[in-house]
């Protein structure tokens, strides 16, 4: 029997809205969305478990083996469309066959914003924790087996949500639905434990936030990153 189930695998970098666009997905009626399954795997194949906030119980409360959750990422759910929430960056030592069988899309964001928001919460950060680099090294890989590396940038989700989702889910064979546009006010039973730490806009939020244009104050220790990621950024978004 053919596998009819749809899998979206989005692969971000933090800070791009991508629990945004996982709280949008939960509201489809033919969708079942899973947050991050393979952070436990990237904690522990990194050093990133030393400083990232609540590593502990994410380590102890999540399966620690990639190859098995990409198993159960390959299982059959009650839901025909699957939606995988990913960080680009978590993808270490796994075998990326799997890839063939889903439909890979790429969330990217202007790095200088992404930046001062990360180092909030990771100070100092580098390119590994961020995930440009990583992002750049799938769209090569995904265009080397033939796929077509569908890159999405936040920017244009927030400009215009109606516009940019049904674009987007004609480009991976999905109707539009309008409950994507919003959803109740909190945290949503899929949620991933690390919530408390980097999900408190999202939960405030019934939609989309707006997009607006601020100034930022960007701290110099971070222009070296911040060249490096621009660089990146260009290349993903065609800007070069």
């Not at 198993?71 to 796994?94: C, G, Q, R, S």
């Not at 202007?110 to 680099?133: C, H």
């Amino acid at each position: 029997m053919t596998d009819q189930t749809k899998r979206i695998c989005l692969w971000s970098g933090p800070r791009n809205v991508s629990t945004a666009l996982m709280y949008s997905f939960a509201q489809r009626s033919d969708t079942k969305v899973f947050d991050e399954p393979l952070y436990a795997h990237y904690l522990r194949h990194s050093d990133a478990h030393e400083y990232h906030p609540g590593a502990e119980d994410i380590l102890a409360t999540m399966e620690n083996d990639g190859e098995k959750v990409i198993e159960t990422m390959m299982a059959n759910y009650e839901k025909p469309v699957l939606f995988f929430k990913h960080m680009t960056h978590h993808l270490l030592d796994i075998n990326l066959d799997f890839l063939s069988d889903c439909t890979n899309v790429i969330l990217t964001r202007e790095p200088r914003a992404m930046l001062v928001s990360f180092d909030k919460v990771i100070p100092n950060p580098t390119m590994q924790d961020v995930g440009y680099e990583a992002h750049l090294k799938l769209k090569e890989h995904l265009e080397g087996i033939g796929q077509r590396a569908i890159v999405l940038d936040s920017k244009e989700i927030l400009m215009n949500p109606r516009q940019a989702l049904s674009r987007f889910c004609g480009e991976i064979g999905i109707p539009f639905e309008e409950s994507m546009l919003s959803w109740e006010v909190g945290p949503i039973p899929e949620d991933g434990i690390w919530a408390e730490y980097w999900y408190a806009n999202v939960h405030k939020s019934n939609g989309f936030q707006l997009y607006v244009e601020r100034e930022i104050d960007f701290p110099e220790r971070l222009e070296p990153l911040l060249e490096e990621c621009q660089k990146i950024y260009q290349k993903l978004v065609n800007r070069e």
